[in-house]
């Protein structure tokens, strides 16, 4: 039982840091979006990330073949096929709409309305089969509470805009991807998902770039830094630690992980551009930090 809750904690850390590096890379996606189409960024920083997924590769081949082993370089070929593909398709329809939305309204607003999904995914899980005990469902409750404080506390939040909706949908869709990767992900090497799911989004949102914009020289070098640490850390790096953190985990502990991204973002534009933070939003803050906390104290031995 100890060694399943360390794995549970290490596990729930390498999620804590992808909603770290998703966090601060908000901002680069909003620059990104400044110069480029949602499509043509999409599309950019996930080549960006096959290229590093497959050099990850190729160093850990080289590693094991100085130490003797002969394993074949693409491992469940067939599973990793269907996983991916279904994965990278859910990924690039939730990339692109909230690269899309991200543009059309408050960051408040998106931050809140993407990690919905902090909900979105223990309802799923009800009708899946999976039912979260009343200690996950408190969590839960108490993360939604802290993500308004945070986010949405003394601002107008009864109307949607047309972009705001493409934000609803895209909690749908990282729900979705959430519930596949957790499906696929303990029977497959994590880096070698991670790469077959960006090769995916990466084929997807190549081809709407061409069919609906019009991408240019200027726009790639103006987008260059957003493109390279959205490529290289948030998507290479971090969704690669979503799979590995996912193996094993419940998915709704990994959800409320993941969703402290708006508290990362909040915190980074605090730090580093030195955006104030009121009383309410540090409450928001400091309630879903306390829920990520409680999700991990074991449960009462009866």
Same mark, same amino acid.
């Given at each position: ?171 749908? *869709?990282?729900?979705?991807? /959430? @519930? ?5 992900? &303990?029977? !497959?090497? $994590?880096?070698? +998902?991670? %790469? ?70 909040? *915190?980074?534009?605090?730090? /580093? @551009? ?5 009383? &309410?939003? !540090?409450? $928001?803050?400091? +309630?879903? %930090? ?13």
């Amino acid at each position: 039982m100890e060694k399943t809750n360390q794995k549970q904690l290490r596990n729930t850390l390498m999620l804590v840091g992808c909603a770290l590096i998703w966090g601060t890379a908000f901002v680069a996606q909003s620059v990104g979006s400044g110069y480029m189409g949602p499509y043509t960024f999409l599309a950019s920083r996930s080549w960006l990330a096959c290229v590093f997924l497959l050099g990850l590769l190729a160093v850990r081949r080289r590693g094991q073949q100085r130490r003797g082993q002969r394993l074949p370089f693409w491992l469940h070929g067939k599973t990793l096929a269907v996983g991916g593909a279904l994965c990278g398709a859910a990924l690039f329809a939730a990339s692109a709409a909230q690269q899309m939305g991200i543009g059309t309204t408050s960051t408040a607003k998106a931050g809140f309305m993407t990690a919905l999904y902090v909900v979105l995914v223990p309802v799923c899980g009800v009708f899946l089969g999976r039912r979260p005990g009343v200690k996950l469902w408190c969590c839960v409750a108490a993360s939604v509470a802290g993500l308004y404080l945070l986010c949405l506390a003394g601002r107008d939040t009864l109307s949607l805009t047309g972009g705001e909706w493409q934000l609803l949908v895209c909690a749908f *869709l990282f729900t979705l991807q /959430i @519930l596949l990767v957790n499906r696929f992900s &303990p029977r !497959l090497d $994590g880096i070698q +998902l991670s %790469f077959v799911q960006f090769l995916v989004v990466s084929v997807l949102s190549t081809v709407c770039m061409f069919l609906f914009e019009q991408p240019t020289l200027a726009q790639f070098q103006g987008a260059a830094v957003s493109v390279l640490y959205c490529g290289v850390m948030s998507s290479g790096v971090a969704y690669t630690l979503q799979i590995v953190g996912q193996k094993e985990l419940d998915p709704t502990i990994a959800s409320l992980a993941m969703c402290l991204e708006s508290v990362f973002s909040a *915190l980074a534009g605090w730090l /580093i @551009l030195g955006q104030t933070l009121t009383p &309410p939003e !540090l409450a $928001g803050c400091a +309630l879903m %930090f306390a829920a990520i906390v409680a999700s991990q104290l074991p449960d009462r031995k009866h």
